[in-house]
Each structure stands twice: as structure tokens, then as C-alpha cells.
């Protein structure tokens, strides 16, 4: 009977850590759906431009030896202007309908960040200062770790800012605008190509917010980091639904969490699969997500 | 031929056809007419399966079209032509007729491997007719989407004619034209009937229904409010009404 | 010498994977599952050779089959997701085939020695045509057998009304089913037709690489597929084998005078030909300037 209650505490730690860490699936999940909800597209760049954030928040932190949460500012400034970069180069002169080129275009751009974080850090995994880690709060069998606490709390600052932006702000409202119907915006004086860039660039910020936080989860910063999470955060924008912002935080968490339940019954080795297949069963029962906005571009 | 059986479509709160009877009779042209909004285009989307609808039935030649996917339709002998024009732009306009004519499976002499290998002598040659009847046998190769405006809609009417339909349903094919592209339609729809097909024909351009039409059918909200033929359906009340929101009496 | 061999192995290779997407690109879906049907090949025809002894033609003929099978079940849930979200299910099904394999252990004894896939470690001692005494030109001339079959296959698609049919579902599903082409034949017949090309070349890449890791089938494999056909226009077989011999030959060659910065300019390559030419480098516009361009030479 302990035993069994052991594992229950054991799992219930699991996955209640998972969920705290879905938080940066989260905040990946909803750039991609900003991105996706704007222009239709999918920027296949974007986790690489959050890790390479991060790695340049690492380079601020080790020459100027400056207090960690400038860090973090660092890698979301930089992830802010390469989202930017990313869409004056691999979206903005493609046409609208022509998504092959986009695709291609920033699956391009990720070979170009990845390789060149390659070449830079010769390939070794680098060292990523967390925050909080020493702190641990107790709350009866459970143990609940301050570094995961903060990476929460971070993203859920951060997802409360987006909103009011989008929502309150005029800047929000002329990116939904433009989201929705881009022609009667353009007709209304709102310039779509800025909108959209600034959507861009606000889905950098949330990524290069998300890959330093990753990073300072795990301790560890590492360009084959940039795979699984564009991965992983693919799945969590389409199980919530492809351009819903509650489906994808909804969906971070649950597959933060799920994940650490698949981790911890069937191991690391076979974790990713049973993610994957998680994908499959929601495209099966709900192909349009949790919550989908369809959007039927013809 | 035709039977369109208390349909009724709604999308969302919208009654885009309200429990519409019609019966197209073979070999007519059979026009509808009726104010935007009046449910045409979705009649036309029904019909050929895009939609099903809420309540009725579509009666095609004695046979129910429930569950008929579109494709299937269009098997079975029913054809339309779009509205805002879809015709395969990358495509040339041989290839544009080529896709739509094997459809149909009427070939008995040539087997379907020379079909496959392009070289069906059947195939060349009636192609070259439709592309005759047309005018556009010397745009054969070129791209659908390098075509004038006037070229497209007459490549949109060959390919539909290409299915070899019983019925053929035309969706305002004369937006956009002027007049001597108006007479040159009517003159292909009749020749169209003379061919044994029978129209449908949903239209805007009075002059060109008034004109070619057997029969006209007149919706308003998505239900029938006059039927007739074109001396009739000019005349009546309620369908000046349903158009201008006044009848000549009042 | 075995390295131009070993090149024209590659060229193979990678054109048959390529024309492998091509077809699919042409029905209008973006399917990045070609690497999944590629590893299912390599696989299948692998371990038929090592652990079952079979002749080599039976086996990849058999791992083809497999494959094709695959992709026709495949084909059918495709057909329920469209556009973009069927990119990010075929990453998932490519991810999961992958990580499939990284987890297989089938290991065999025979004489004295331990053979088959071994999990984590990888599959090695591949080794039918050093086995059988094949030289390096005889395992050229035997691949490129299979890829002038496939090429000469797609090319006649692309002539005959299949492949109007086929890029005609592509551009406008609603006009194609107007005309009476039943979308989900050609669709999945496309993915099916498409995962036994892909499976084909697989088995033969098992064998003339000797050891398969599942490093070699990550998605970006499955975005180097769909990249050659899009690079080399989707209305032309030839178009596909210029993109790879430019590619491959970029990858490769480009090592000797770039050295280890030829990734980032392959990556940068992509964006900028994706921004002059979204359509390809081998589009039917270019394609006809060049005709005429020739015609007026003459």
C-alpha cells in the first residue's frame, strides 16, 4: 500500500513538474500560432531563433558578468529582432499564396541559425545559469522546484502582457485585424507589412523568452535543442488548435506534462514517441485542434 | 430530369434555401433569376454535392443524389461552370479540356492503356472540336492563366461541356462581358441545347435570360416565388417587387 | 574515383527521394513523411539482407512493397488534414518512425557474430554487396538502374493525363471534383506511389552506406525531399535532378574551398532562392525563356 501510494506521489511530481515546464512549450506554441493566425504560414525558424536568443544572452552574461536576469532580457531582445529578420527575409517578398516558398524559406533560415550556432560554439554544449535552482518549497509529499516555479511564473507574465497588447491595444487590435480579413485592413490605412513584421517580431520576444527559460530549466544550452522544440512545439500549436492562443497554452501545459508521465513509465528513450503519437490521436478525433479558429484560405 | 425537392440550407442562422421546389424538364433552358442573397449560388453548390442540404432531396433522372459525392455527380452526367472562373491556371488549355474529357467513361474501341499513354486517336479529335467550337484551337498550348478574360470563360464553358453532361449548369456566365460577348454566349447556349443538353442557367444579365431561357424560375430568401416563362415572369408583381421593392402598380 | 562514385551514389540516391515528393507536391500535398517511408525501406530491405539472407533485388523489391503499403494507410488520415497542419503530422509520423527504429533491437547470431539493428546503436554490417564481391562501379550501375526506371516513370506521368490529373487536384480540388477526378484516389494513390518510390531508394541506401543510424532520418532528411522538387519546379522531372546535382554537389564540392561554412550557405541559398524564384529554379516561365533564348541562338 505505501508502495503504491509512492508512485502515486512520484507521478503526480512527475507530471505537476512537466506542467510547470509546459510553460515554455506554451509560449513556443503561441508564437507559432501568432505567426500562423497572421499570415497562414508557418515559420519553421522560429525555435531556432528562441535558442539563438539565448545563446547570445549566455555570450551578454559571460563577457559583461552581468547579473543573470539581464540574460534573459538579452536573449528576448535578440530573439525580438530576429523574428523581425526572419520575416523581412524568408516571408515578406514570397507572395501570399505561394506557401511552399515560405516553408522552404524558413526551413532554410533554420539550417542557416542552427549551423551557424554550430560553427560558433564549435559544437559543445554550453552551460546556462538557472535561476532559483537552489530554491525548493515542500508542500507536504511534494517538493516543488523554485527554478520551474519561475520559468511558470515568467510565462504566465508574459502571456497576460500578450494578451493586453492584442486586446487593449491599438497595435493588438491592427494585428487581429490584419489576421483576419488582410485586404479590408489594408483598406482601412493599416499597413499589413508592418503589422506583420511587428507580429513577428512580438512572437521573437515570447521565443526568445521561452528558449532561455528552456535552457535555464534544463541547465544546459545545446544546438541540438532546436529540433525537438521546434518539434514539440509544432505539436502543442496543433492539438491547440492552429491559431488559437488558449489552445496553445492549454495544449503546452497538457503535453509538458503528459510528457513527464511518458518519461516516467516508459523512459527517455521511447518519451518522444508516445508525444508524437499523442499528435496522431488528436488529428484523428480533433484535426482542427482544441479550439480551432478554421480558417479555410482558399 | 431535374427535380429539386422541398430543399432546404441553412449556414448558421442564415436560410440560404428555404424548402425550394423546382423541375427542370429535359432539354430546356431553364433560368433562375432572384436579388443577391436569394440563394442561387447555393442552389447551384447543392446540386452538385458541395453542400448537402438540411431537409429535401435532389432527384436527378429518377434517382436521388443524397450521399453523392461530387465527383460522382459528375459522373452521372451533371456539370457547372463556376462564377469567379476555376480553371486550371498552370495547366495548358489542352491540358485543361484533356483532365475533364476522360472522365467519362464511354470509350468502348480503344483500350485504356492507349488512353493512358495520351495517344488515343478519339481523344485528340474531340478535343480539337471543342476547342474549335470554342475558338481557341491556336491557344491549345498555352497556359490557362495567360488567357484573356473572354477566352477563359469560353475554356471554363468547353471543360464543362467536356464531361459530356446530360445538364449543364451555368453560374453567371455572362458577369463581366459586353454585349457582343453576351450574343456570342447566347448563341453557344443554344447551340448547347441543340446538342441535347439540357441548361441551367443562374443569372444576373436580364438580357441575356430574357433572351435564351425556356423557362424562368424567380427566387427571393431562398424560396420560389414565380415560375413562368419569360413574357410572364416580366409581367408579374411579385417579382418587381421581390427586385425593386415596388411593383409597376403601386 | 570511389569518391565521384560515391557522389553519383548520392545524386542517386537523393533524386529518387526527391521525385519520391514530387509527385505529392504536385497533388498539392506537403508531406514530409518521405523520410519515414526512406527509413521504413532502408530498414525492411536491410534486414532482409543481414539477418533473412535474401538476395538483394527481392529485398529492396519486398522493402518497396512495405513501404508503398505504408504510405497507403498513411494516405487515407492525410487526406483529413489539410495544408500546413499536414506538414507538422508528417514531421510527427517521420519523427515517430524514426525514434521506431532508434528503439529496435533485433540482433541475431550467425557464425559466431552478432548481427541485425541494435537499438541505440545502430544498424550496422550492412554489408550484401561487399559480401557478394561487388565492385564500387557495379553497386553505381545497379542504383542508378532504379533511379533512370523511376525517372523515366514520373516523366511519363508528367505527359500523359495523369499528370494533369494530378496537378489539376493540386491547384483547385473544387474544380477537379467538378470535372469528375475522385480526389481521394488521386491523393492517396499519389502518397502511396510516392512512399514506394521513397521506400526503394531507402533499401538501396542501406546497402551502399553500409550502417544505418537514425541520425541519417530526421526531418531534416524529409525537408531535403520536398526541397529538391520545389527547388527544381514541379512541372519538370529534369528540374528535380539539376536541384540535387546542385545541391549535392554544393554539400560536397563546396567542402573543399568553404569548408565548414558550406551548411550556412546552403541555408542562405534556400532563402534567397526561395525569395527570386518561389516558383523554382526550373519554372515554366524560365523554362520557356530559355527555349527561346536557344531557338534564337540557332
Not at chain 1, 253 to 275: A, K, S, T, W
Request: charged residues 15%; proline residues 3%; neutral net charge.
Amino acid at each position: 500500500m505505501d508502495e503504491f501510494f509512492f508512485e502515486v506521489v512520484e507521478i503526480t511530481q512527475s507530471v505537476w513538474d512537466g506542467i510547470l515546464f509546459g510553460s515554455t512549450y506554451a509560449l513556443i506554441g503561441i508564437g507559432f500560432t501568432l505567426i500562423f493566425g497572421a499570415m497562414g504560414k508557418l515559420n519553421m525558424a522560429y525555435a531556432g531563433a528562441a535558442i539563438a536568443g539565448a545563446y547570445v544572452g549566455l555570450a551578454v552574461s559571460m563577457l559583461f558578468d552581468a547579473p543573470i536576469i539581464l540574460v534573459f532580457v538579452a536573449s528576448a531582445l535578440v530573439s525580438t529582432m530576429m523574428g523581425y529578420l526572419i520575416y523581412q527575409t524568408c516571408f515578406r517578398f514570397i507572395p501570399t499564396h505561394n506557401h511552399l516558398a515560405a516553408l522552404m524559406a524558413s526551413v532554410g533560415g533554420l539550417f542557416l541559425i542552427d549551423e551557424v550556432i554550430v560553427h560558433a560554439t564549435r559544437g559543445s554544449p554550453l552551460n546556462f545559469p538557472a535561476i532559483f535552482e537552489d530554491a525548493y518549497f515542500e508542500m507536504g509529499p511534494f517538493g516543488i522546484r523554485g527554478d520551474l516555479l519561475f520559468v511558470f511564473f515568467i510565462g504566465l507574465v508574459s502571456t497576460v502582457v500578450l494578451l493586453y497588447v492584442l486586446f487593449r491595444t491599438r497595435l493588438g487590435i491592427a494585428t487581429r485585424a490584419v489576421a483576419q480579413q488582410d485586404v479590408a485592413a489594408q483598406l482601412c490605412g493599416i499597413n499589413v507589412h508592418n503589422t506583420n513584421s511587428i507580429t513577428f517580431s512580438i512572437a521573437g520576444l515570447l521565443g526568445g523568452i521561452a528558449g532561455a527559460m528552456t535552457a535555464a530549466a534544463v541547465g544546459v544550452l545545446s544546438p541540438v535543442m532546436i529540433l525537438p522544440l521546434t518539434i514539440k512545439g509544432l505539436i502543442v500549436t496543433v492539438i491547440g488548435g492552429l491559431g488559437s492562443i488558449p489552445g496553445a497554452i492549454i495544449a503546452g501545459l497538457f503535453v509538458g506534462g503528459l510528457e513527464n508521465l511518458f518519461l516516467y513509465v516508459r523512459g527517455i528513450d521511447e518519451r518522444d514517441m508516445y508525444v508524437v503519437a499523442l499528435l496522431f490521436i488528436f488529428l484523428v478525433f480533433r484535426p482542427n485542434g482544441l479550439f480551432s479558429k478554421t480558417i479555410t484560405r482558399d | 430530369m431535374l427535380k429539386i425537392k422541398s430543399i432546404s440550407k441553412h449556414f448558421g442562422g442564415v436560410k440560404a434555401l428555404n424548402g425550394l421546389d423546382l423541375e427542370v424538364e429535359e432539354g430546356v433552358i431553364y433560368g433562375v433569376i432572384g436579388p443577391n442573397g436569394s440563394g442561387k449560388s447555393t442552389l447551384i453548390n447543392v446540386i452538385c454535392g458541395i453542400f448537402p442540404p438540411n431537409k429535401g432531396d435532389v432527384i436527378f433522372q429518377g434517382q436521388s443524389l443524397s450521399g453523392k459525392p461530387t465527383h460522382q455527380r459528375s459522373k452521372t452526367g451533371i456539370a457547372r461552370t463556376f462564377q469567379n472562373i476555376r480553371l486550371f491556371p498552370s495547366l495548358t488549355v489542352w491540358q485543361n479540356l484533356w483532365v475533364a474529357r476522360n472522365s467519362v467513361e464511354d470509350i468502348n474501341t480503344e483500350s485504356r492503356f492507349y488512353r493512358w499513354f495520351g495517344k488515343s486517336n478519339i481523344v485528340k479529335k474531340e478535343i480539337k472540336e471543342m476547342l474549335e467550337f470554342s475558338n481557341l484551337e491556336n491557344r491549345a498550348d498555352e497556359l490557362a492563366s495567360s488567357l484573356a478574360f473572354g477566352e477563359q470563360r469560353r475554356l471554363e464553358l468547353a471543360r464543362a461541356v467536356a464531361t459530356k453532361p446530360r445538364i449543364l449548369l451555368l453560374d453567371e456566365p455572362a458577369a463581366g462581358m459586353n454585349k457582343d460577348e453576351i450574343r456570342d454566349l447566347d448563341s453557344r447556349i443554344r447551340n448547347l441545347q441543340l446538342q441535347g443538353i439540357t441548361i441551367i442557367l443562374i443569372e444576373h444579365v436580364m438580357e441575356l435570360v430574357m433572351g435564351v431561357t425556356d423557362r424562368i424560375a424567380v427566387l427571393n430568401f431562398g424560396s420560389k416565388i414565380a415560375e413562368g416563362n419569360p413574357q410572364e415572369i416580366q409581367k408579374n408583381e411579385a417579382v418587381q417587387e421581390a427586385y425593386l421593392g415596388y411593383s409597376e402598380d403601386d | 574515383m570511389d569518391f565521384y562514385l560515391n557522389l553519383i551514389n548520392t545524386i542517386g540516391i537523393h533524386t529518387m527521394l526527391g521525385l519520391s515528393a514530387y509527385l505529392l507536391l504536385q497533388t498539392g500535398q506537403l508531406s514530409l513523411a518521405q523520410a519515414g517511408f526512406f527509413a521504413v525501406g532502408a530498414y525492411t530491405a536491410a534486414i532482409l539482407t543481414v539477418i533473412f539472407q535474401w538476395n538483394i533485388i527481392p529485398a529492396v523489391l519486398a522493402a518497396m512493397l512495405l513501404a508503398g503499403f505504408l504510405a497507403f494507410l498513411v494516405g487515407f488520415p492525410a487526406l483529413r488534414v489539410k495544408g500546413l497542419m499536414l506538414v507538422v503530422a508528417t514531421i510527427a509520423f517521420s519523427e515517430f518512425v524514426r525514434m521506431f527504429f532508434y528503439n529496435l533491437k533485433w540482433r541475431v547470431t550467425r557464425d559466431g557474430e552478432e548481427i541485425g539493428p541494435d537499438g541505440t546503436m545502430g544498424f550496422a554490417e550492412i554489408r550484401y554487396f561487399s559480401d557478394n564481391g561487388w565492385s564500387n562501379l557495379d553497386v553505381t550501375l545497379f542504383l542508378w538502374t532504379f533511379v533512370i526506371i523511376i525517372m523515366v516513370v514520373v516523366w511519363w506521368s508528367d505527359n500523359t493525363r495523369a499528370g494533369a490529373v494530378l496537378r489539376a487536384v493540386g491547384e483547385d480540388e473544387l474544380a477537379a471534383s467538378s470535372v469528375g477526378i475522385n480526389l481521394t484516389i488521386i491523393k492517396v494513390s499519389a502518397m502511396t506511389v510516392g512512399g514506394f518510390i521513397a521506400g526503394l531508394s531507402g533499401g538501396l541506401y542501406a546497402h551502399q552506406v553500409t550502417s544505418l543510424d537514425h541520425h541519417s532520418f530526421t526531418v531534416l532528411l524529409g525537408t531535403f525531399a520536398i526541397a529538391y522538387p520545389i527547388l527544381g519546379g514541379l512541372s519538370n522531372v529534369f528540374g528535380t535532378l539539376v536541384a540535387v546535382i546542385f545541391i549535392q554537389g554544393l554539400l560536397v564540392e563546396g567542402l573543399r574551398f568553404i569548408g565548414d561554412w558550406r551548411m550556412i550557405l546552403f541555408g542562405l541559398l534556400i532563402v534567397l532562392a526561395m525569395n527570386f524564384k518561389p516558383l523554382g529554379l526550373f519554372d515554366k516561365q524560365t523554362v520557356s525563356m530559355v527555349k527561346r533564348a536557344m531557338r534564337l541562338k540557332t
